[in-house]
């Protein structure tokens, strides 16, 4: 069965830091994955869809990339409303998989 | 404006059947697959399982025995039915569109329903 990991699982940073969360798949699942970002009490929301494909509305600090097994999200120049948790999701093949996310914590 | 909102009892007692809805309003269930997905307490999301406006479903494996997805296209509702529950399915379950990009991805999410398994 397919699933994901992400790294790391915590991130502790301060407002202006750049960010990036790494995300791998046990199989290739080509460009197919997403990215989403959660806050407490609320449901996750697209950032980024095929792999680097930014969801109408979201900042241009956010971005991703990879291919195959290996995905990266990048956040430039952390701000307040990002903290926040991070989940990559496989969007190849059922089931859906969702990594474990990383949670991005202020320093 | 695509809407999804969630409804059903908050607390279900182990071994009964967990039943929600999902109300979509601002699209139609024509033409898009939708899904549920739930997240345990402090835990990750886990895909349940989706169904096509079609009729068609499927389901993540470890649930399969026990979960049915259904639809009701006059009332624009989906549902979740899952049987035999034990604390382990306590969790916020989420509703959402699945959009297919490639890919598939939820864009549309609902507000979540807090759902606790308990005697």
């Known amino acids: 069965d397919m699933h994901m990991t992400q790294s790391p699982s915590y991130v502790s940073a301060s407002v202006g830091d750049r960010v990036t969360i790494t995300c791998r798949a046990s199989h290739n699942i080509r460009s197919w994955v997403a990215w989403y970002q959660q806050k407490p009490g609320a449901a996750p929301k697209l950032l980024i869809y095929?792999?680097?494909i930014l969801q109408s509305g979201v900042p241009s600090r956010f971005s991703g990339s990879g291919s195959g097994t290996d995905f990266t999200l990048t956040i430039t120049s952390l701000q307040p409303e990002d903290f926040a948790t991070y989940y990559c999701q496989q969007a190849d093949t059922f089931p859906f998989a969702f990594g474990p996310g990383t949670k991005v914590d202020l320093k | 404006q695509v809407l999804l909102q969630e409804s059903g009892p908050r607390l279900v007692k182990p071994s009964e059947t967990l039943s929600l809805t999902c109300t979509v309003s601002?699209?139609?269930?024509?033409?898009?697959?939708w899904a549920w997905i739930r997240q345990p307490p402090g835990k990750a999301l886990e895909w349940i399982g989706y169904i096509h406006y079609t009729g068609a479903t499927n389901y993540n494996a470890p649930l399969q025995s026990r979960v049915s997805i259904s639809l009701d296209a006059s009332q624009n509702q989906f549902s979740l039915n899952l049987n035999s529950v034990t604390a382990a399915d306590t969790a916020v379950y989420y509703c959402?569109?699945?959009?297919?990009?490639?890919?598939?991805?939820?864009?549309?999410w609902g507000q979540g329903s807090p759902v606790t398994v308990s005697s």
């Open positions: 095929t792999s680097s």
């Open positions: 601002g699209a139609s269930l024509f033409d898009y697959y």
């Open positions: 959402a569109r699945v959009e297919i990009l490639p890919g598939y991805y939820f864009h549309y």
